[in-house]
C-alpha cells in the first residue's frame, strides 16, 4: 500500500519543482516535525501551483493554518533566489513569469476536521487561493484502486542516481511500484514490510550493479525470496536491468540470472522503463 507522503511525490512529478523543507516548532522552541513544500512549474499550462505534506504533529493543534503563511515566502523562490527556466532554442520559459493559480494542496497525516477546513478555505479564497485537503481517507481511496505492480529491489548506494528515477519514471506512466523510499513509514516493519512486496507485486525488478551484486545483506535476501517465488509460481516474475556489469559478473552472482534477458541503463531512464512497463502490462 503506498502512503500519504508517496502520494504527495507521484503528484505533480511530471512537473518541475522546487521543494524547501523547514522544521516545526511548539511554543517552547522544540523542534517537532520537518513540513514539505513545494512550488510546480507547469511549462505547458503556463502556470505554478504548491504543495505541502504535514507529517502528524500531535502537539500542534493545526499545522496547515501556520504553513499556509509561507506561501508568499515560496513564490519569491523563482522570482529572488532559483532561476528555472524551460524549452527549446529560442522557445524557452523562465519559471518566475508563469502565473500562480492560486491552487494549493495540503497533504496532512492528521485529517483536518470539516470545520477546520471551512475557516482556512473561506480565508485562502479572500487571497484568491483555492485549497485542496488530502488525507488518511485520500490514501486510502487511492490505495484501493492503485496496486504497485512492481517491487525495485536495489542497493542503497544506487538509490539516488538509478532507483529513485526509474520509480519516478514509471508511476508518471500510472506504473505503482512498490519502493522503499515512498513505501516505507516510521515505525513499520522492515522485514514484514519488504515481504509484504515480494510476495504481492506481479513483477520485481532488479537493479543489477556493482554494488548490487556485491552485496550480502537485504539485496541478496530479496533475491533469494524472488527466486523462491519463481519456483513456487512457476512463472517469471524477475525484470533484470544491467548497469556496468558484465555477463560474466552476473553468472559469478547467480548463473540462473545471467541468462535472463535484461533492460540496459545505459540506454536511459525513459527507455529502460518504457521496456519494462511493455512487460509489466502484460501480466
Known amino acids: 500500500m503506498a502512503t500519504l507522503r508517496e502520494y504527495f511525490i507521484k503528484d505533480g512529478s511530471s512537473n518541475l519543482?522546487?521543494?524547501?523543507?523547514?522544521?516545526?516548532?511548539?511554543?517552547?522552541?522544540?523542534?517537532?516535525?520537518?513540513?514539505?513544500?513545494?512550488?510546480?512549474?507547469?511549462f505547458e499550462a503556463?502556470?505554478?501551483?504548491?504543495?505541502?505534506?504535514?507529517?502528524?504533529?500531535?502537539?500542534?493543534?493545526?499545522?496547515?493554518?501556520?504553513?499556509?503563511?509561507?506561501?508568499?515566502q515560496l513564490l519569491k523562490v523563482p522570482l529572488e533566489e532559483v532561476h528555472v527556466e524551460a524549452g527549446v532554442g529560442d522557445e524557452r520559459t523562465e519559471g518566475k513569469n508563469l502565473v500562480f493559480t492560486g491552487q494549493v494542496y495540503l497533504y496532512s497525516e492528521r485529517p483536518?476536521?470539516?470545520?477546520?477546513?471551512?475557516?482556512?478555505?473561506?480565508?485562502?479564497?479572500?487571497?484568491?487561493?483555492?485549497?485542496?485537503f488530502r488525507s488518511t481517507e485520500?490514501?486510502?481511496?487511492?490505495?484501493?484502486?492503485?496496486?504497485?505492480?512492481?517491487?525495485?529491489?536495489?542497493?542503497?548506494?544506487?538509490?539516488?542516481?538509478?532507483?529513485?528515477?526509474?520509480?519516478?519514471?514509471?508511476?508518471?506512466?500510472?506504473?505503482?511500484?512498490?519502493?522503499?523510499?515512498?513505501?516505507?513509514?516510521v515505525g513499520d516493519s522492515l522485514r514484514e514490510a519488504i515481504e509484504t512486496g515480494l510476495k504481492e507485486c506481479p513483477k520485481c525488478i532488479l537493479l543489477l550493479t556493482p554494488n548490487f551484486l556485491d552485496n550480502n545483506g537485504w539485496t541478496k535476501r530479496e533475491y533469494d525470496?524472488?527466486?523462491?517465488?519463481?519456483l513456487v509460481e512457476k512463472q517469471r516474475v524477475i525484470l533484470p536491468v544491467w548497469h556496468q556489469v558484465t555477463a560474466e559478473d552476473v553468472f559469478a552472482y547467480s548463473p540462473i540470472l545471467a541468462d535472463r534477458v535484461g533492460a540496459q541503463w545505459s540506454e536511459g531512464?525513459?527507455?529502460?522503463?518504457?521496456?519494462?512497463?511493455?512487460v509489466i502490462q502484460q501480466t
Open 225 to 230: 525470496s524472488i527466486f523462491t517465488r519463481e
Open 17 to 42: 519543482t522546487l521543494d524547501q523543507k523547514w522544521e516545526m516548532k511548539d511554543e517552547t522552541g522544540k523542534v517537532i516535525d520537518e513540513v514539505t513544500a513545494r512550488v510546480h512549474f507547469d
Open 269 to 278: 531512464v525513459e527507455e529502460t522503463a518504457r521496456k519494462l512497463l511493455r
Open 112 to 132: 483536518v476536521k470539516p470545520e477546520y477546513q471551512q475557516r482556512l478555505s473561506a480565508e485562502a479564497s479572500a487571497l484568491h487561493h483555492r485549497l485542496t
Open 138 to 185: 485520500y490514501m486510502e481511496a487511492r490505495n484501493r484502486w492503485e496496486r504497485p505492480l512492481a517491487f525495485i529491489s536495489h542497493d542503497s548506494r544506487d538509490k539516488k542516481d538509478i532507483a529513485e528515477p526509474l520509480a519516478l519514471q514509471l508511476q508518471k506512466w500510472m506504473c505503482p511500484v512498490w519502493f522503499d523510499q515512498y513505501s516505507l513509514r
Open 46 to 72: 503556463y502556470a505554478q501551483y504548491i504543495s505541502f505534506y504535514i507529517p502528524k504533529m500531535e502537539s500542534v493543534e493545526l499545522p496547515e493554518a501556520i504553513v499556509l503563511n509561507a506561501i508568499p
